[in-house]
């Protein structure tokens, strides 16, 4: 996404009341992540690479869990 990250993103559509569910998905590393910052603690997250089978668990997990609650 041009000029904007994944977590911009959320917090955009949080804004505009858009926001539901949300999955992040990244090739880094804890660390790395942890070091940036990127995320809060209880946001939905899977590590590539991933099977379409660990996918498909995610996503259900997400969706059957509650709507987000991004800050705006």
Known sequence: MPGMNGRELATELARG???GRTLFMSGYTDDE???HGVLEPGISFIYKPFTI???SLKVREVLDGPADKAKA
Do not use: D, N, T
């Open 17 to 19: 009341k858009l926001a």
């Open 33 to 35: 992540i942890a070091q």
């Open 53 to 55: 089978e660990a996918l």
